[in-house]
């Protein structure tokens, strides 16, 4: 192998290590900020890279709004021991969790605390 090749694979083997790091960035959420609330379970979709939970909360003006929750994979979820049915559309739960940047109705899940007061990390 020449110099040449040597030197283009070192870039492209670069570039998908950028890729890879760049697609797991959280900067569209505020890292060091919470929002906690109440909500009800619409959606789950145990999925990879990220899993989702949706949830109707009631804001201030009493007014139902739809949230968008991304988690960690499912496959790191699995690992961390939740299972599918952790949490289920119907459910009752509390949220902990780090606010999108631009005040939108969506967060990056942190703790997720159940109807039978059981709380999980999702992260």
């Known amino acids: 192998m020449n110099l040449k090749n040597i030197g283009l694979a070192v870039i492209a083997a670069q ?3 950028f890729a890879a790091w760049a697609h797991h960035s959280h900067g569209a959420y505020a890292m ?3 929002t906690e609330f109440d909500g009800v379970v619409t959606e789950v979709y145990w999925i990879n890279p990220h899993a ?10 009493g ?3 739809s949230w968008a ?12 021991g939740l299972a599918e049915d ?17 005040g939108s109705n969506g ?10 007061g059981e709380t999980v990390l999702w992260d």
Do not use: F, K, M
Request: charge should be negative.
């Open 15 to 17: 570039l998908v290590a």
């Open 32 to 34: 060091t900020d919470y």
């Open 52 to 61: 989702w939970v949706y949830v109707d909360v009631e804001n201030n003006q």
């Open 63 to 65: 007014e139902i709004e």
């Open 69 to 80: 929750l991304e988690a960690a994979g499912a496959t790191t979820l699995i690992r961390a």
């Open 86 to 102: 952790t949490v289920q559309p119907g459910d009752a739960i509390h949220v902990r969790c780090h606010p999108l940047r631009d």
């Open 107 to 116: 967060c990056l899940l942190g703790y997720v605390t159940t109807e039978d």
